[in-house]
């Protein structure tokens, strides 16, 4: 499978993870399970990157937006800034398949 493939798929994964609604695939079935443990934490810090709480309300750390209830945060990320979150995705991904080779 395609790299670019693998990363179209994350971001949603990532946007679902970050406004804290449940992903609709396990990460072990989207990237397989030897990648899958290797990117999990690299996952989860992006998206912790890109959520703020503020008194308990969701916030775009990316572009200072909200607030957002998950639902609508989850869909600023993936309407505004897909872009942003394939880019992180990519460069975790470089750096993690690099130090497992």
């Known amino acids: 499978?395609?790299?670019?493939?693998?990363?179209?798929?994350l971001v949603e994964?990532?946007?679902?993870?970050?406004?804290?609604?449940?992903?609709?695939?396990?990460?072990e079935a989207l990237?397989?399970?030897s990648t899958a443990s290797i990117m999990k934490d690299r996952i989860d810090r992006i998206a912790?990157?890109?959520t703020k709480n503020?008194?308990?309300?969701?916030?775009?750390r990316l572009?200072?937006?909200?607030?957002?209830?998950k639902r609508g945060f989850y869909l600023h990320l993936i309407r505004v800034h897909p872009?942003?979150?394939?880019?992180?995705?990519?460069?975790?991904?470089h750096e993690a398949l690099s130090m497992k080779s």
């Open 13 to 27: 994964y990532v946007a679902r993870k970050a406004s804290g609604l449940a992903t609709k695939h396990t990460l």
């Open 48 to 50: 912790m990157f890109v």
């Open 54 to 60: 503020k008194n308990g309300a969701l916030w775009c």
């Open 63 to 69: 572009c200072s937006k909200g607030p957002f209830t």
């Open 83 to 93: 872009l942003d979150i394939k880019f992180m995705l990519e460069e975790e991904l």
């Open 31 to 33: 990237l397989g399970p």
């Open 1 to 9: 499978m395609k790299l670019e493939v693998v990363v179209d798929k």
